[in-house]
């Protein structure tokens, strides 16, 4: 897990983070129902294309900032 930032005004997390199973790295991003204190509902999950570094919440947009792990470029990804 890389980090997690919270949409405002709702019980639900973002998480990001990434995975490697052997020599394969998977980059994610999931939505997380935070309402049970000491649990964690997973709503959606998707892979950004990236390795985000941050991610903010505003409106219905949510912003991505990473690198492209191909060439190292910085990312900026809105979904």
Same mark, same amino acid.
């Given at each position: 897990?890389?980090?997690?930032?919270?949409?405002? /005004?709702?019980?639900?997390? #973002?998480?990001?983070?990434? $995975? @490697?199973?052997? &020599?394969?790295?998977?980059?994610?991003?999931?939505? =997380?129902?935070?309402?049970?204190?000491?649990?964690?509902?997973?709503?959606?999950?998707? /892979?950004?294309?990236?390795? #985000?570094?941050?991610?903010? $919440? @505003?409106?219905? &947009?949510?912003?991505?900032?990473?690198?492209?792990? =191909?060439?190292?470029?910085?990312?900026?990804?809105?979904?």
């Amino acid at each position: 897990m890389r980090g997690v930032t919270f949409i405002p /005004n709702t019980n639900t997390a #973002v998480l990001f983070g990434f $995975v @490697s199973v052997m &020599n394969t790295t998977i980059d994610f991003v999931l939505f =997380a129902d935070t309402l049970a204190p000491g649990s964690l509902t997973i709503l959606a999950w998707f /892979n950004p294309g990236m390795q #985000v570094q941050d991610a903010k $919440v @505003s409106g219905t &947009n949510l912003y991505c900032v990473g690198r492209d792990r =191909a060439n190292s470029n910085s990312v900026l990804a809105i979904f």
